[in-house]
């Protein structure tokens, strides 16, 4: 490969950037719900301590839609089915860090190998198989998008619903449980929720990598903000922009979507993360 490659990678579509754009803004809509959504989800789970719990999910969702993909069954149906099943037991089994990391760690490997399993069967298009697990900017065609956006705006107005009693939860789940609020019932819904919302990640950014979505935006914000509002609003900024940003620029080149995705959001983390240690040092200082 040489620099002429890489500019054409990087590049090459720039002289049909509007009719390609026209193709895929199916994935800029998608991507926009997710980066809100993903944003605003990302911040109970950065207050969880629940990062890893994310990329378990993944892990079996990845697994359920490269079983539809075997099956000839729509990919989205299965990457719900396996991002409910994963989220469900961990949320009933892991009540505890340990228990919940030790099965994580037990599912990861698990639902990664039914998932290469099934891709290996798979004759189709190897773009397709790539797709699932880095993600693919032509990935999200028109009947898949309304359910896509459909989901996000589900999980976004019943993650408003249980936004007090999952906020007071995840900050101090002793006094919460001691003041009534049904922290099994609220934990649970939650990973329901983080369950579908991983399962939309999946279609847009890849299993390898939604983290980028739904932790890294969320760590951010922390970095420069503290207050209940001004957190998950950051998150939700910061998440919109690094998926439809990263949509936009992928549109201009040949790469997967992914790459740009992950490389937006880890900058707006390191520009938080210095601004962030500025302001310590100067408050220290006075």
């Known amino acids: 490969m040489n620099w002429s490659d890489v500019g054409d990678a990087l590049f090459g579509g720039v002289s049909q950037y509007g009719a390609i754009l026209e193709l895929v803004q199916n994935s800029v809509y998608a991507g926009a719900v997710l980066g809100l959504v993903g944003g605003l989800i990302g911040v109970f789970v950065m207050q969880r301590d629940m990062a890893f719990a994310v990329h378990g999910i993944s892990e079996l969702s990845f697994a359920g839609a490269a079983v539809a993909l075997l099956i000839g069954v729509d ?11 994963a989220a469900a037991i961990i949320g009933l089994l ?6 919940r990391n030790s099965i994580i760690g037990v599912l990861m490997p698990f639902g990664l190998g039914v998932g290469i399993l099934c891709l290996s069967l798979y004759n189709g298009r190897s773009a397709t198989r790539f ?3 880095t993600g693919q900017i032509v990935s999200v065609q028109s009947a898949q998008l309304g359910w896509l956006v459909v989901i996000g705006l589900a999980v976004l107005v019943a993650l408003l619903m249980i936004w007090r009693p999952l906020r007071f939860d995840s900050l101090d789940p002793q006094s919460a449980a001691a003041r009534g609020v049904p922290t099994t019932a609220v934990s649970l819904g939650f990973m329901l929720l983080l369950g579908l ?15 980028a979505l739904l932790v890294t935006p969320a760590a951010a914000a922390m970095r420069v903000a503290s207050g209940p509002l001004s957190v998950p609003l950051l998150a939700a900024v910061f998440g919109f922009v690094s998926a439809v940003g990263g949509v936009l620029l992928a549109v201009a080149g040949t790469l997967p979507v992914s790459p740009y995705i992950t490389t937006i959001s880890f900058a ?16 220290r200082a006075l």
């Open 75 to 85: 990919v989205v149906s299965g990457s719900i089915v396996g991002s409910l099943i």
């Open 94 to 99: 892991g009540a505890r860090a340990r228990d």
């Open 131 to 133: 797709s699932l697990l």
């Open 197 to 211: 919302i991983v399962a939309v990640a999946v279609h847009i950014i890849g299993a390898l990598l939604v983290m």
């Open 268 to 283: 707006i983390y390191l520009v938080c993360r210095v601004v962030g240690a500025r302001r310590d040092r100067t408050t």
